[in-house]
């Protein structure tokens, strides 16, 4: 079934694969994702637990772009967050955080290799 919008085009998501902290009990990381009439949107959130709590989140919107699968979608949105991640300005990610960022990177990943196993390989093209 569809994920309903509202009129600004965000989507009800209600479900999503969360990288919990044992300590805190809250998610690190998380992607969120929708079956939309035009196919699978997800987004990447994030949150520290050290430091200014800095984390960034979003509602799945109109703006992003629907995959055919479940498994596009989550592995483009974990890919995203990593890049945002990986890019973030040195005052933004102190000391601190440096572990849980190095962590949630981590989990990433298995999130896009994932998604990178199940794409068949195509060799008869390059014979």
């Known amino acids: 079934m569809s994920a309903g919008k509202n009129a600004h085009g965000v989507y009800e998501d209600r479900e999503g694969i969360r990288l919990i902290d044992q300590r805190a009990r809250i998610p690190l990381a998380e992607v969120r994702y929708a079956d939309t009439a035009d196919g699978w949107r997800a987004v990447g959130c994030f949150s520290f637990t050290t430091g200014n709590w800095w984390g960034s989140s979003s509602p799945i919107m109109d703006r992003d772009p629907p995959f055919p699968?479940?498994?596009?979608?989550?592995?483009?949105?974990?890919?995203?967050?990593?890049?945002?991640?990986?890019?973030?300005?040195?005052?933004a990610v102190d000391a601190s955080m440096e572990p849980q960022r190095k962590k949630i990177l981590a989990w990433l990943s298995t999130l896009t290799m994932r998604q990178a196993r199940r794409i068949p390989e195509q060799i008869e093209m390059f014979a």
């Not at 592995?75 to 005052?91: F, G, I, K, M, N």
């Open 69 to 91: 699968t479940k498994d596009e979608a989550v592995a483009h949105a974990a890919s995203e967050l990593a890049d945002r991640l990986s890019t973030a300005p040195a005052h």
